[in-house]
């Protein structure tokens, strides 16, 4: 790093100086000369993998620099608070003028950047071996390698410049947990800022070996265990004396993240932003951080994958436990082999009897030897679009991002346009899609890119699901807090129903739909008003009745066939908050649906109904409803009988979609208890003919036209059946005013409702019911039988 980023010297001259300096402080013990250095947090060999341009060696470099006076590495930069599109050297951008100098350090004030430098060299060595591995499909690399890797990514997050003024901020508030611990450090080291502790740990981080890291870490473990070491960060209780706690931190990525290497698409490309490297994404058992990402290069990522996601370990996950818009992608953990002992075993099954013997093996000859054979994941497109999304989501107001291809760039942040700060975007989709703007071979000043909309060609739910990962973050994290469950449900359904599909919304079209076919299979077909939005749900209703919704509908979707998490986890809650909010949602599209639903249990109608605003088309067919029955005279003569109008007036106020009125509530609750008590808990003994009929006949459809003497003796039968059997039922006589007229009404409208289910459902039963007083009569109820004198 400290020796790229002299771009102003030739390489002779250069060597000539630092020998000069080495001479002058081996003589003299001086210290240099303090000199302001441009210092990347993104080092330059990864900046050169999106050099626009051919990549020119050192030499070549030099020459050029030499004959034009102009530093010949650019890449794209895209500047987000700007909103501009410039070619930018790369020895300035990504990274802060003496970010790493130690002012405590009179010697050699740059000492940190230059032992940066000397990892960064092993690294880069590392990743060019990764991209000629590309064709193979694999790459294998040795314990001591493997490990240099693992050190420079945990760095490479941890030098960010943003982590240098928080990380040791006692009063920050993300750092409550170990203010004490930070105080009381300063104090002992003679530290007078977040910054020098920082640039503590790092010189830590950097003169000490990854094993001699682990073992400190181990030694800690050993002593506290993992759990007393978490619980030491939660109640703030880090004894001042832990010198070497953030060992501890070191640790927890090495050991509980698997090392993956993702290969974008043919045909696509990685992005880097200003906080690619070390980027948290997803929940693991409901903790942040499934996922660690770091892009190396446009073709190549590198992503830890928490351990407990291992394939081996999937039958032992629970539903849920991971959450993450990258589960499609499918690492496989690399392969060890095992010079020595055991073979073809992963480490932590080899019997070590604590960490420190664990950590002791990986620092041994015999640990060294070890390889370990990764096998690179290709991605798709869709898979390498969604990662850059990851990455986008990211991006701050004042952020920066840097591409290789525009074409690719263009795709991304196209995909990325349903995400709600997609504005950030527009000024850079607006510059790749300008036609007048063209390559150039040097940079520019920066300038304000025009205001544009998004081209008519953008898709704008190719990633929505991003959106819906963020507000299920968000949620699962506490970050995002909701009065009700319902509201929370409400708002993960509107994001989902706009999105992309994904596992999460699959999994819960999948159990709503089955209840949906089992309520529709439940009713005769109503091809009319199917499919139209007769009512849309209210977006948010009272805790009190989002308590009662869930507790009435959770455990009914469960008996209408969907699976159900019943959890109690914050995702597994979620999910079936969703499931329950998606399926109130397309029934009130379907009446035949929104009928079953309504008539599944006498609490139906008190809950559902108060899911809509009053006013909803049911109702107007409700009051239609009401003002027939003010012109009951001239109305009953179009009617062959009273059953005949109760049939229709029933499909009017009843079978209309969502209602809140009082009428269509009454007439769900009676059919429902009648359908209870009749249908659903008197299915004892049966004498014969009846034993041995069907007990469904599905298509069975119940006449309507039916004599008037047939219909009286059939509704005055039928409430005498339900007096007695119904505890608290007493029919409604009627009269001769408009309220006692609609009760009766909506008793004979229950019964025929009753009539429909019970006739399909429990044909056997309601034949053996009707047989005593239809006997005798040339009495036909449903179309598919004969006219006998038993129903």
């Known amino acids: 790093m400290t020796r790229r980023c002299r771009r102003n010297v030739p390489k002779q001259q250069t060597r000539a100086e630092l020998a000069g300096e080495a001479q002058k402080t081996d003589s003299s013990s001086s210290p240099r000369v303090p000199k302001t250095q441009y210092q990347h947090f993104i080092p330059r060999f990864i900046l050169r993998r999106f050099q626009v341009g051919p990549v020119k060696s050192r030499k070549e470099r030099d020459k050029e620099f030499q004959r034009t006076g102009v530093d010949p590495e650019y890449v794209r930069y895209y500047d987000v608070a700007t909103g501009s599109l410039d070619i930018r050297p790369i020895g300035k951008v990504y990274g802060v003028p003496n970010v790493y100098q130690d002012v405590r350090n009179a010697l050699n004030i740059n000492e940190v950047e230059e032992k940066l430098g000397k990892l960064e060299n092993r690294a880069a060595s590392i990743i060019t071996d990764l991209h000629k591995a590309l064709p193979q499909g694999t790459l294998t690399l040795k314990r001591r390698t ?35 611990w930070i105080e009381s450090f300063m104090q002992a080291k003679g530290l007078h800022s977040a910054a020098e502790a920082w640039l503590y740990f790092l010189r830590y981080y950097l003169d000490t070996s990854h094993s001699n890291i682990m073992q400190d870490a181990a030694e800690l473990v050993e002593k506290y265990g993992e759990g007393g070491l978490q619980k030491m960060m939660i109640e703030s209780h880090i004894p001042p004396d832990l010198e070497h706690f953030p060992a501890y931190t070191y640790y927890v990525q090495a050991n509980g993240y698997f090392f993956s290497i993702w290969e974008a698409a043919e045909g696509e490309e990685f992005i880097i932003t200003s906080h690619t490297f070390g980027l948290w994404e997803g929940l693991g058992y409901g903790c942040p951080g499934m996922h660690r990402i770091f892009v190396v290069s446009p073709r190549i990522a590198i992503v830890l994958r928490h351990v407990l996601s291992r394939p081996e370990l999937k039958e032992d996950t629970k539903p849920g436990a991971f959450v993450s818009c990258l589960l499609d992608v499918n690492p496989a953990p690399p392969t060890p082999i095992y010079t020595r002992g055991e073979h073809g075993t992963h480490i932590d099954q080899i019997n070590f009897q604590s960490a420190m013997a664990l950590a002791r093996y990986r620092s041994s000859q015999k640990g060294e030897d070890d390889s370990f054979v990764f096998k690179i994941t290709k991605l798709s497109r869709p898979q390498t679009l969604n990662f850059n999304s990851v990455l986008l989501v990211n991006v701050t107001e004042t952020g920066s991002l840097t591409f290789l291809s525009k074409e690719s760039m263009l795709r991304s942040a196209r995909a990325f346009l349903s995400w709600p700060v997609y504005g950030l975007l527009v000024p850079l989709i607006a510059r790749l899609t300008d036609p007048t703007e063209s390559e150039v071979s ?67 079209s999948r159990e709503v739909e089955k209840a949906f076919k089992i309520c529709k299979d439940s009713e005769d077909e109503m091809p009319v008003g199917e499919g139209i939005s007769f009512a849309p749900l209210l977006s948010s209703i009272s805790n009190e009745l989002s308590s009662k919704l869930f507790r009435f509908m959770i455990p009914c979707m469960s008996r209408l066939g969907a699976v159900m998490s019943g959890g109690e986890g914050i995702m597994e809650e979620l999910q079936d908050e969703v499931t329950v909010v998606c399926f109130l949602a397309r029934a009130s599209s379907s009446p035949a649906v929104w009928h079953a639903l309504s008539c599944i249990s006498p609490q139906a109608p008190e809950i559902l109904s108060k899911v809509f605003k009053e006013g909803t088309p049911g109702d107007a067919s409700t009051a239609s409803f009401t003002r027939l029955m003010y012109r009951q005279r001239a109305s009953l003569s179009s009617f062959s009988s009273g059953f005949h109008l109760a049939y229709s007036l ?72 339900l007096r007695y059997s119904l505890p608290g039922y ?54 598919d039988e004969e006219a006998t004198g038993s129903t």
């Not at 991003?466 to 909701?482: H, P, S």
């Open 146 to 180: 493997l490990e240099d890797l693992r050190k420079f990514l945990f760095i490479m997050h941890y030098r960010n410049v943003s982590c240098s003024d928080i990380y040791f901020q006692a009063d920050h508030p993300e750092n409550a947990s170990s203010r004490q």
């Open 442 to 508: 040097a940079p520019r000043p920066p300038s304000q890119s025009p205001v544009a909309v998004p081209d008519q060609d953008v898709d704008a739910l190719t990633l929505v699901d991003v959106g819906l990962y963020v507000l299920l973050m968000q949620i699962c994290t506490g970050i995002r807090q909701f009065e009700t469950a319902y509201g929370r449900a409400h708002l993960v359904f509107r994001i989902m129903d706009k999105a992309k599909p994904t596992s999460f919304a699959d999994e819960i």
């Open 650 to 721: 029933r499909a009017m106020c009843a079978m209309s979609g969502p209602t809140t009125n009082t009428v269509s509530r009454s007439y769900y609750q009676l059919t429902a208890s009648i359908i209870q008590r009749l249908g659903r808990t008197m299915l004892g003994y049966l004498p014969e003919p009846y034993a041995s009929q069907p007990r469904e006949r599905p298509k069975a459809r119940l006449i309507y036209k039916i004599p008037e003497k047939h219909s009286d003796l059939l509704f005055s039968n039928m409430k005498m059946i």
């Open 730 to 783: 007493v029919p409604s006589p009627g009269g001769n005013t408009p309220e006692q007229t609609l009760m009766r009404w909506i008793d004979e409208m229950a019964i025929v409702g009753s009539l429909v289910w019970l006739g399909k459902h429990r044909r056997n039963y309601l034949d053996f019911t009707l047989h005593v007083f239809l006997q005798g009569m040339n009495f036909k109820l449903f179309e």
